[in-house]
């Protein structure tokens, strides 16, 4: 009888040690993992101007940038201002018309100071409001950049990527999320300095 | 050995109920979804709060509309659907600002807020209990989204639980089809006037 009580006692301590075993060998790897990939992050895809870049919500082509004292709207404003214009095509890959997010484009380095774009919509030359899915728009990004800030000849933008969570951590709620950037685009910027300032 | 096998037989059942579970548990989206009315075109369809009733549904290729500083053309890579409707509040003045269109895939469209200034949009006035007033809803569509569409109408896009008219739509009639239509201020009754090219 107490033999018999003493090795179901032993059978069940050996469950418990392997259960043990194998979680904290499961938690160690899974931190290792996730500790590895933040010190060494896979190299950012650089693509071209005019090609398509897959951020998971949006299919983004980027063509181009300028430097302008006016915004798209054609209209001067009254205060000299220079704006840093991202010209580039959106097609809206999810299921219901969306606003372009505003943490899409980001500089690296970072531009000191630079508050978040104005997106146009070129066929309107106005503010664009939400893109429909399956109808891709060319539209244009609008910084105005601080007054005492002189654009570099070369800009890295980053394009930044979302991921869609059926059910997100807080309410279980169906949505789109910003992630990190997926791809990095080498932009020109002939005319930085002299039209800038005419 | 009969132990373990009722052991074994117990855990995929029980597996197999949590998986159920698990795929028939609604998302939260769901749950505090509107609820849905049904409606047809040609009826006036009724919620608790409002009555909502289709007139003219129209079709283009391109938009003239009065815009900020003048007129302006509106183009569109897809086709203009405009919706000339006319609504009415129940018990209390309420205010309907969110129109959407659903595609046969499912695809749902905002109304377009390219046309901000035009008198009589969805939106721009409240509804009085027991007096109609003309509504304009435009949306912007791909051309294979058009036929076999839902028109959803609530008070609000954001209000979970509250009650949204979903009108099926019938094909637009051939003699609806424009290349280009000219929406032009109205008169005292109807606020906008559509001219048709």
């Known amino acids: 009888m107490a033999n018999e009580q003493r090795r179901s006692l032993r059978q069940r301590l050996f469950a418990i040690l392997i259960a043990g075993i194998g979680s904290a060998a499961a938690s160690v790897i899974s931190y290792a993992a996730a500790i590895y990939h933040a010190a060494n992050p896979a190299p950012l895809r650089t693509a071209a101007t005019g090609e398509m870049i897959d951020t998971g919500q949006w299919h983004i082509t980027i063509a181009g940038a300028r430097i302008s004292n006016k915004p798209p709207t054609g209209i001067k404003p009254t205060e000299p201002q220079t704006f840093l214009l991202v010209d580039f095509e959106a097609d809206n890959r999810s ?104 | 050995m009969s132990g373990g096998l009722k052991n074994a037989v117990a855990l995929c059942l029980a597996i197999a109920a949590l998986y159920g579970m698990r795929l028939s548990t609604p998302l939260y989206s769901e749950i505090v979804s509107p609820v ?43 086709r203009w659907l405009v919706i000339e409707a006319a609504a009415k509040a129940s018990n209390e003045s309420i205010a309907l600002t969110s129109a959407q269109w659903r595609g046969p895939d499912g695809i749902r469209y905002a ?13 721009s006035e409240r509804l009085e209990p027991g007096i109609p007033r003309p509504i304009l809803l435009v949306f912007e569509l791909p051309e294979n989204q058009i036929e076999g569409g839902t028109l959803l109408i609530a008070e609000s896009a954001l209000a979970p639980l509250s009650e949204q008219l979903q009108i099926t739509m019938t094909p637009i009639e051939a003699a609806n089809i424009h290349p280009s239509i000219t929406i032009e201020r109205g008169g005292h009754i109807l606020p906008w006037k559509l001219e048709f090219q």
Do not use: C, H
């Open chain 1, 95 to 198: 299921a219901a018309s969306t606003f372009i997010p505003s943490a899409l484009f980001s500089f690296d380095p970072t531009i000191p100071e630079l508050p978040e774009p104005t997106i146009y919509l070129v066929r309107d030359r106005w503010i664009a409001g939400p893109v429909n899915p399956r109808m891709p728009e060319k539209l244009t990004a609008a910084w105005q950049l601080p007054q005492d800030y002189a654009p570099p000849p070369e800009l890295r933008l980053l394009v930044g990527s979302q991921i869609y969570k059926e059910r997100d951590n807080l309410y279980g709620a169906s949505n789109w999320f910003d992630r990190e950037p997926v791809a990095a685009v080498e932009l020109d910027l002939p005319d930085a300095g002299a039209e800038a300032r005419r």
């Open chain 2, 111 to 123: 109304m377009t807020r390219r046309l901000s200034t035009t008198p009589g949009l969805l939106g």
């Open chain 2, 36 to 78: 849905a009315v049904p409606g047809v075109q040609g009826k006036p369809a009724k919620t608790a709060r409002f009555v909502m009733g289709i007139v003219k549904v129209y079709l283009a290729q391109e938009l003239t509309a009065p815009g900020l500083g003048g007129t302006r053309t509106y183009t569109t890579s897809g």
